[in-house]
């Protein structure tokens, strides 16, 4: 071998030698993160801080403590904090309050107005928008500035709360320019709750959960995290790639409802059964019409989409046209409230008395974020005698706007019934002839 070839082979050998030195301390430092994760995630000495204990918080906070983590929930209205803390609850939600009563008496559950130091830190607070419908994610950054003091070395910070493209590594330049010495030191992860209220217990184990952070082992700690309550799948990815796929099933969702409203419009047009006409249209065995309603309301699906189209409003035309055809179907309904009122004062003389059935955003829950059935009950209300019209809804108690009358007795005087909400209590009705129907949700399908 002359003394230029061997010179390269010894090269080669130095250089391998230098490749397999590397790769063995990348993998004996990430054995050594995954053995602090395993140390640190153990539930009997992890401490988690939810900042917020609303839909979504409570019910997290709850499963997490259920498993023998210890849980500090947080909130800024004294009175929730009260509540849990004396093993109740301040939402509906079937088989929450005798959770909360379980972890709260066995000390793995409290609540408080602030946050303490603790080993993970969980954003899930509301984020709705401003102005023309575009996000304000003010909450999620005041949540993170009340968490910035008590961030240590090894914690994991993670954002449920829906978001924009972007927020996560947002937050993460707010923390690491206030605490430099974090950078690199913090696992920061997204994660996007997809439960339905109704069966929120449930799904928060049994569902499947994606998972970004802002690095490959922020993902890999956030992923040993979410093991210790949930049974379904965990899927990794980024953060960026996270925080869109929430946007965009919920997205989905609002485009595949706007098909199904703008149906009921056309039948309306046509004189056309649309209940019938969808039954009969899912009988393809490829075709999959969800049913329509009185517009689109909730936390998610009527405020997400726009989340994508604020940021992207050149690509998102589809996007952004379901949203106003959503929209635009709570008007439709309360002007046909309002022409059945017209009609039956010039018959009759005087005017109706009316039913507004419902004012949860959907069936069988207490939850009126968004609602378009509340909307509708406003603008119905506007510039009409409010003794004529009864507001229903059998899942709250109290309202601070509506004066809320029993569904029975609503149902049984009214002169005109306007479905907007199929809860289970008025499908259980029997069909009024004497009296103006207006079925905007599907309870008689008729």
Known sequence: MNN???????????RTFASLTTI???????????????????????KACFMGLGYIGLPTATIAAREGIDVLGVDINSKVVDTINRGEIHIIEPGLADLVKQ??????????????????YLIVVPTPFKGD??????????????????LKKDDLYIIESTSPVGTTEKMAELIFEERPELKGNLHMAYCPERVLPGNVIHELVHNDRVIGGI????TQKAMEFYRTFVKGELHATNARTAEMCKLTENSSRDVQIAFANELSLICDKADINVWELIELANKHPRVNILQPGAGVGGHCIAVDPWFIVSDFPAESNLIGQARKINNYKSFWVSEKIHNAMLEFQLKHGREPKVAMMGIAFKPDIDDLRESPAKYITQKVMQGTNNNSIMVVEPNVKEHHVFKLTDYKKAYETADIVAFLVAHKEFKALKYREDAKILDFCGVFRK
């Open 24 to 46: 063995h301390w990348s993998l004996f430092h990430l054995s050594t993160v995954s053995l602090k994760f395993n140390n640190t995630m153990t539930n009997t000495n992890l």
């Open 103 to 120: 972890v709260v008496e066995k000390g793995n559950l409290k609540a408080a107005t602030q946050p303490e130091e603790s080993d993970v």
């Open 4 to 14: 230029k070839k061997a010179t390269n082979e010894t090269g080669k050998v130095k």
């Open 215 to 218: 690095d490959e082992i922020a």
């Open 133 to 150: 419908h575009e996000p304000d994610v003010s909450f999620v950054e005041s949540a993170t500035r009340a968490v910035l003091p008590l």
